[in-house]
């Protein structure tokens, strides 16, 4: 599986960011997908999730009312659409592929098998 993601950079507080991952060697009309994010010395944590069809979705409290997760399947990509960004959003982000359709309850790491190389998101004061 191969996904390459996009749409990062430098941007003011209170600014947009629409991030892309084209997805490619997955099912992925049958795929869970999501973000997650990694601060300098901070672990990697979950921002939103979206299932197969885009029925369900799930987020972080910290993202939660700012940020919005898409998806194309026809273009095979996922989107996060991140509003009202904050200095404490400045991290690289990853986009994700489960090797399952839904996504569960409670998020984990461990619930994705496929990742992207990340794409960087500096949000200044």
């Known amino acids: 599986a191969r996904l390459v993601e996009s749409g990062g950079g430098p941007v003011e507080s209170g600014g947009s960011l629409r991030l892309s991952c084209a997805v490619s060697?997955?099912?992925?009309?049958?795929?869970?997908m999501g973000w997650f994010r990694q601060a300098p010395g901070k672990e990697r944590e979950f921002v939103a999730a979206?299932?197969?069809?885009?029925?369900?979705?799930a987020y972080a409290d910290s993202v939660k009312g700012r940020f919005s997760i898409a998806r194309d399947n026809a273009k095979e990509t996922v989107y996060l659409q991140m509003n009202s960004l904050k200095p404490e959003d400045t991290a690289v982000y990853y986009c994700?592929?489960?090797?399952?359709?839904?996504?569960?309850?409670?998020?984990?790491?461990?619930?994705?098998?496929?990742w992207g190389q990340g794409t960087q998101v500096s949000v200044s004061q």
């Open positions: 994700a592929g489960s090797p399952r359709a839904w996504i569960a309850k409670t998020i984990r790491e461990g619930d994705f098998d496929s």
């Open positions: 979206i299932n197969w069809n885009g029925g369900t979705d």
């Open positions: 060697g997955l099912t992925f009309a049958l795929t869970a």
